[in-house]
């Protein structure tokens, strides 16, 4: 029954503020324009209603008058709507009209700011944009001219000899013109200009120039362009991430690839998801526990699969466990275990099927191992473990099955379009093969670890790095280190003749 007018943010999904994100999670309507993710759509309940009000470039949008209409309506019609706005809701956002409009129909509304652009991408840029000794003033101020659009025209020149810092939004078209008044009001030629592209986001670009020469270059809407001392300071440290401006194929089925993805982006990379995998759970019965000396646990979705899956009607109770010892193969298995308040008895140091083995303590007389697992495994733990002298039951838990492709992420794989891609199995090695094909110039592969590298040798591929630890932690190491000694993103590797 109110209408929030709620700031989005710049563009990153982390500069989201939590009142923005309770309130998406509880709208039934949400009303965006074209400066919002998808990350942020998605928080609104699945069956919220999603009203897109332009403005892709070149394309009719809808008018101020049937944005405030159709606010006024759904507000009017008792609904909770999220009117979702780039940046800040109330600087150059048209907020204030929206809220005029909602206030005339006596409808309730709440205004829920958002961190601007102005500010923000400038941060990201490294500027800050006021500094002791060099800014003592901010004036965020509209580069577009249109009255058509309400913009009143800027006195340039009277801005010129206020000094201080200009930011300036929706600008990007009439830089050069902007430049050129701001000179001819008196600020110097040298004055340090700053252009941040996309700001915040993963492909952000930052053009430094000065007043004499910033006209000269394209600069891409949305930009903030800052002008003044500030600009010329240089903190850079968002496009200096190590793995900025990597675009990294995630191949992990959907419901696991986010520890990674999240892993990859703090870093700084482009993450493009193309599960190879999907997990189907398996309907099993729980066999009797009283006489089984340990359970051994070699997956996070095993572990999901023994204890959330069928195998009681409310899924499994830890008690259950209690005569039992229980066994992970590495520390992730470890922490899904936890999460259910089991804590594994046994990890061996490194996290493959050959090192469990050998860590397992010979057995007494025939102890009872159940193995807890997917269809797929490897031979090598039952075998080892019999030959330890324990008798070995399998369940197996879920298997892993080709997800169906992604048309558009496969295109971009195969285009080239991709830096490095990261394979956390065996199964994602083979299920990519045969999604994606042969590749005209591979780019880097970052494999968990041995068996997987072996199975991407297998199937042509050259293997640029494999984790030293077997686990999520490890790939993403391998892949920066390998980044870092300098090898070039992309295809520029040179296949070796096979
Ligand atoms: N209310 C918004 C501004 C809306 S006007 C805010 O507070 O940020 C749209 C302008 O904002 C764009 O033309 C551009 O100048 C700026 N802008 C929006 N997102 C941006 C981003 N990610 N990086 C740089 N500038 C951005």
Same mark, same amino acid.
């Given at each position: 029954?109110?209408?929030?007018? +709620?700031?989005?943010?710049?563009?990153?999904?982390?500069?989201?503020?939590?009142?923005?994100?309770?309130?998406?999670?509880?709208?039934?309507?949400?009303?965006? #324009?074209?400066?919002?993710?998808?990350?942020?759509?998605?928080?609104?309940?699945?069956?919220?209603?999603?009203?897109?009000?332009?403005?892709?470039?070149?394309?009719?949008?809808?008018?101020?008058?049937?944005?405030?209409?159709?606010?006024?309506?759904? &507000?009017?019609? &008792?609904?909770?709507?999220?009117?979702?706005?780039?940046?800040?809701?109330? /600087?150059? &956002?048209? &907020?204030?009209?929206?809220?005029?409009?909602?206030?005339?129909?006596?409808? $309730?509304?709440?205004?829920?700011?958002?961190?601007?652009?102005?500010?923000?991408? !400038?941060?990201?840029?490294?500027?800050? +944009?006021?500094?002791?000794?060099?800014?003592?003033?901010?004036?965020?101020?509209?580069?577009?001219?249109?009255?058509?659009?309400?913009?009143?025209? /800027?006195?340039?020149?009277?801005?010129?000899?206020?000094?201080?810092?200009?930011?300036?939004?929706?600008?990007?078209?009439?830089?050069?013109?902007?430049?050129?008044?701001?000179?001819?009001?008196?600020? =110097?030629?040298?004055?340090?200009?700053?252009?941040?592209?996309?700001?915040?986001? @993963?492909?952000?670009?930052?053009?430094?120039?000065?007043? !004499?020469?910033?006209?000269?270059?394209?600069?891409?809407?949305?930009?903030?362009?800052?002008?003044?001392? +500030?600009?010329?300071?240089?903190?850079?440290?968002?496009?200096?991430? =190590?793995?900025?401006?990597?675009?990294?194929?995630?191949?992990?089925?959907?419901?696991?690839?986010?520890?990674?993805?999240?892993?990859?982006?703090?870093?700084?990379?482009?993450?493009?998801?193309? $599960?190879?995998?999907?997990?189907?759970?398996?309907?099993?019965?729980? @066999?009797?526990? #009283?006489?089984?000396?340990?359970?051994?646990?070699?997956?996070?979705?095993?572990?999901?699969?023994?204890?959330?899956?069928?195998?009681?009607?409310?899924?499994? %109770?830890?008690?259950?466990?209690?005569?039992?010892?229980?066994?992970?193969?590495?520390?992730?298995?470890?922490?899904?275990?936890?999460?259910?308040?089991?804590?594994?008895?046994?990890?061996?140091?490194?996290?493959?099927?050959?090192?469990?083995?050998?860590?397992? $303590?010979?057995?007494?007389?025939?102890?009872?191992?159940?193995?807890?697992?997917?269809?797929?495994?490897?031979?090598?733990?039952?075998?080892?473990?019999?030959?330890?002298?324990?008798?070995? #039951?399998?369940?197996?838990?879920?298997?892993?099955?080709?997800?169906? @492709?992604?048309?558009?992420?496969?295109?971009?794989?195969?285009?080239?379009?991709?830096?490095?891609?990261?394979?956390?199995?065996?199964?994602? +090695?083979?299920?990519?093969?045969?999604?994606?094909?042969?590749?005209?110039?591979?780019?880097?592969?970052?494999?968990?670890?041995?068996?997987?590298?072996?199975?991407?040798?297998?199937?042509?591929?050259?293997? %640029?790095?494999?984790?030293?630890?077997?686990?999520?932690?490890?790939?993403?190491? !391998?892949?920066?280190?390998?980044?870092?000694?300098?090898?070039? $993103?992309?295809?520029?590797?040179?296949?070796?003749?096979?």
């Amino acid at each position: 029954m109110t209408v929030y007018l +709620v700031g989005a943010g710049p563009g990153d999904p982390g500069l989201l503020t939590r009142r923005a994100a309770e309130l998406l999670a509880h709208a039934d309507v949400v009303v965006y #324009d074209r400066l919002a993710a998808d990350e942020l759509l998605a928080l609104a309940p699945p069956d919220a209603r999603r009203c897109s009000v332009g403005k892709a470039p070149g394309a009719v949008e809808a008018s101020q008058g049937e944005i405030n209409a159709l606010l006024v309506e759904h &507000g009017a019609a &008792g609904r909770t709507v999220v009117r979702l706005k780039g940046g800040d809701p109330f /600087v150059f &956002g048209r &907020g204030g009209e929206e809220a005029e409009a909602l206030a005339a129909a006596g409808v $309730p509304f709440e205004v829920v700011p958002g961190i601007t652009s102005a500010i923000a991408a !400038a941060a990201y840029a490294g500027i800050p +944009v006021t500094h002791r000794g060099l800014a003592t003033h901010v004036t965020i101020v509209t580069g577009h001219e249109d009255p058509a659009k309400g913009h009143a025209d /800027v006195d340039w020149e009277q801005l010129a000899r206020a000094g201080g810092t200009l930011v300036i939004l929706m600008g990007a078209a009439r830089v050069a013109i902007i430049a050129a008044r701001l000179q001819a009001g008196g600020l =110097p030629p040298d004055t340090p200009v700053a252009a941040v592209q996309r700001g915040t986001r @993963p492909d952000q670009r930052t053009v430094r120039a000065t007043l !004499a020469t910033i006209g000269a270059q394209p600069i891409a809407a949305p930009a903030a362009i800052v002008v003044g001392a +500030v600009a010329g300071l240089d903190l850079a440290w968002f496009e200096h991430r =190590p793995l900025f401006g990597v675009s990294v194929v995630v191949t992990r089925a959907r419901e696991q690839a986010s520890g990674l993805r999240g892993q990859l982006e703090t870093l700084g990379a482009t993450v493009l998801e193309l $599960p190879t995998i999907v997990v189907e759970a398996r309907p099993v019965e729980l @066999p009797r526990l #009283d006489d089984v000396a340990w359970i051994v646990l070699t997956s996070v979705n095993g572990v999901a699969a023994f204890f959330d899956q069928g195998l009681a009607p409310r899924g499994l %109770d830890a008690r259950a466990l209690a005569g039992c010892r229980v066994a992970a193969i590495g520390p992730g298995t470890a922490a899904a275990l936890a999460e259910r308040g089991v804590r594994a008895d046994l990890i061996p140091e490194r996290f493959v099927a050959e090192a469990l083995v050998e860590a397992f $303590p010979p057995a007494a007389s025939g102890e009872r191992v159940l193995l807890a697992r997917a269809e797929q495994a490897r031979d090598v733990l039952v075998d080892g473990l019999r030959t330890r002298g324990y008798t070995v #039951d399998v369940l197996t838990l879920y298997r892993t099955v080709p997800a169906a @492709p992604d048309p558009d992420a496969v295109t971009r794989v195969r285009a080239g379009a991709v830096d490095a891609i990261t394979f956390t199995s065996s199964s994602t +090695v083979t299920n990519f093969c045969d999604l994606v094909g042969p590749l005209a110039h591979q780019p880097l592969v970052v494999s968990i670890g041995p068996v997987t590298s072996a199975t991407a040798r297998d199937r042509g591929l050259r293997v %640029d790095a494999e984790a030293t630890e077997h686990t999520i932690d490890g790939l993403v190491a !391998a892949l920066r280190d390998t980044l870092a000694a300098g090898r070039p $993103p992309g295809g520029a590797t040179p296949r070796p003749p096979s």
